[in-house]
């Protein structure tokens, strides 16, 4: 009993400790990506002081019940404080976590941990650390850099040497990525100039594909690949007499410089000067969201309106730059001959209040 008690004390004190901003790890668990042995990290024990405290103007909105604190499941609380112990451990040796061979187990277990705070308002103070502190520079490595990790629990980051006659669409056929995506990935302005035996950074996604969590209340778009945070967007959302659906849905249609159909039935083509919906159109498969003409896009209308406000027909707004960035790391849709939906990719959006 003994025993029992002072455990249950351990763990309340880690909770409380990263409530605090600093925390301590615990034991070794041989089921953990990180902490394991054949993945050569050493997990020290010591407290952990976090090394950036939270960020402001990330753009989203203070959610409900601000001062209370929850508590995440007990064993993702354990990996996560094994993953902070890593993470100092690497930055006390004067290391990047980010450039650490194994950045994406860490990243699992950090968008693990986010994913949790999703289904409680009383763990927003530790969502924006982890977006602040922990998944933005992991993403924007893992997802932004020419940095390939060589991870053995994840391996989708692959190292592509092109071979003659390849081009970025017939690469990333190969792994599910759209051509646009490969391009990103490896700051490729004109395709034209790549060259067999160049190498290239390429995500396999065939299997586990894209994610995107909407939260109309704080006014987000999270944006996953393989499971992994990537980035987090500004969004506006539906007018209160025209709201955004809440439901889950695969997109069906990715269409660059769309036309818009208004509300009331007028087709405007994309540079109209009344056609408001920006660069990209992320349709939302209709059966899934029970509801026809929802989907994310950019905005051409008055820029104060694009996110941050409740002011669309019912779909998700974003900035134009962002709204671009997302169709490009999306993949092509595309439909057999009896009218089946099919992906290079898995692509589905979670809209929630």
Request: aromatic share 8%.
């Amino acid at each position: 009993m003994k025993k029992l008690v002072v455990l249950a004390l351990i763990a309340g004190g880690l909770w409380y400790a990263w409530n605090r901003g600093w925390l301590g790890a615990t034991a070794d668990d041989a089921q953990d990506p990180v902490a394991s042995a054949q993945d050569g990290i050493a997990i020290d024990g010591d407290d952990l002081q976090l090394d950036t405290p939270p960020q402001s103007g990330n753009d989203s909105q203070p959610p409900a019940n601000e001062g209370q604190r929850g508590s995440l499941p007990p064993d993702l609380a354990k990996r996560m404080a094994r993953a902070d112990a890593e993470w100092k451990r690497l930055v006390e040796a004067g290391e990047d976590p980010t450039l650490h061979r194994q950045a994406p187990s860490l990243a699992r277990i950090y968008s693990d941990a986010l994913m949790a705070t999703y289904n409680d308002p009383t763990l927003a103070s530790l969502q924006r650390r982890l977006i602040d502190t922990r998944l933005t520079p992991l993403g924007d490595r893992l997802f932004f850099s020419r940095f390939i990790p060589d991870d053995p629990n994840l391996p989708m980051f692959v190292r592509h040497i092109v071979s003659s006659g390849e081009n970025p669409d017939r690469i990333g056929r190969q792994y599910g990525m759209s051509a646009e995506h490969v391009m990103l990935v490896n700051d490729i302005d004109d395709p034209r100039r790549l060259r067999a035996g160049d190498p290239l950074k390429v995500i396999n996604v065939k299997e586990d594909g894209f994610f995107i969590h909407v939260s109309k209340s704080q006014f987000t778009l999270d944006f996953f690949i393989c499971g992994l945070f990537a980035r987090r967007y500004p969004v506006g959302i539906g007018h209160p007499e025209t709201p955004t659906p809440v439901g889950r849905a695969r997109i069906d249609l990715r269409e660059w410089h769309p036309q818009w159909t208004t509300p009331e039935g007028q087709v405007l083509p994309y540079g109209h000067p009344d056609n408001i919906l920006g660069p990209v159109w992320l349709r939302l498969k209709q059966a899934e969201i029970n509801q026809g003409g929802i989907g994310i896009h950019g905005f051409d209308g008055d820029p104060d309106q694009a996110v941050r406000v409740r002011g669309s027909n019912g779909c998700v707004r974003m900035r134009n730059d962002d709204a671009i960035q997302v169709y490009r790391m999306l993949t092509r849709v595309q439909y057999d001959s009896n009218g089946a939906l099919l992906q290079r990719a898995p692509m589905w959006v979670r809209i929630v209040e």
